[in-house]
């Protein structure tokens, strides 16, 4: 198995597993991808995204993609994947330790956040092997980090070190690497603390594109202001104060 899986009640830890090939992204991890997403589709929960043995995912796996033609490009085999992870009703966290290269760093960009060690090592070399960056970074880094940057990082397929991509607002934290995991599930113990409708409906106003605002806020709000969750949430807030 290239991707090992553990469900938890208000969670999803997927690791990609290719210690071999330093888990670099082939069919099977794509595969499995999209079996993960249907799970997550199904009964939503929180992902956190990671790689084994000090390595988030050091690209697609070349082999492949040397044999790849024309109409396999036209498939978006990656694309897809990576589109339906960004589109997961609620939050993914890619948790990046080592490299996170090529189809490795458009994965981790689909994430809605992402952390990292030291060690991380990011970026697009895809000009050099005379392909480019098709599975999201040309349209999903931009918005991360400007266009003047991803332009710089795309162009010259230059890859950044942990504080460069802590800098440049990629990352939102640097952890050391045996305290990587327990910071993402922090994070996810502060999502699960939250009401899960009203999580999910931040993430789709979100990546909602800006013509739709604020229009989209309206009609999720106007769902959230009738539902029995923000009634008893806001009633305990309001005794828990009164008892102060």
């Known amino acids: 198995m290239t991707l090992q899986v553990e469900a938890r009640p208000d ?45 988030f995912a050091a690209g697609a796996d070349i082999a492949q993609l040397r044999e790849r033609t024309a109409d396999d490009a036209r498939r978006g085999i990656n694309a897809t994947a990576f589109i339906r992870i960004r589109e997961l009703p ?5 948790a990046i330790d080592g ?14 956040i992402r952390i990292g060690t030291p060690a991380l090592r990011i970026g697009n070399p895809e000009t050099g092997l005379g392909i480019m960056a098709a ?48 910071a993402a ?14 999580t999910q409906h931040t993430k789709r106003a979100l990546r909602t594109p800006r013509a739709e605002h604020p229009a989209i806020e309206f009609a999720l709000q106007a769902e959230l ?4 969750a923000k009634h008893r949430r806001m009633t305990e807030f309001l005794e828990r104060r009164a008892r102060r």
């Open 135 to 182: 599975a999201g970074a040309t349209w999903r880094l931009p918005e991360i980090i400007g266009e003047a940057r991803a332009s710089e990082l795309l162009l010259t397929g230059r890859t950044l070190d942990a504080e460069e991509a802590l800098a440049w607002g990629l990352v939102s934290a640097l952890h050391p690497a045996e305290d990587l995991l327990g």
């Open 99 to 112: 490299y996170a290269l090529g189809g490795g760093a458009e994965l981790a960009y689909a994430a809605d």
């Open 185 to 198: 599930h922090a994070l996810a113990d502060r999502i699960a603390a939250n009401d899960p409708l009203a």
């Open 11 to 55: 969670r999803v830890i997927a690791v990609l597993d290719r210690p071999e090939k330093r888990n670099a992204i082939d069919q099977e991890t794509i595969d499995a991808l999209h079996d993960l997403c249907a799970s997550l589709e199904e009964h939503p929960r929180t992902l956190i995204l990671t790689g084994a043995d000090g390595v």
């Open 225 to 228: 202001f009738e539902s029995p």
């Open 90 to 94: 609620m939050p993914v966290i890619a």
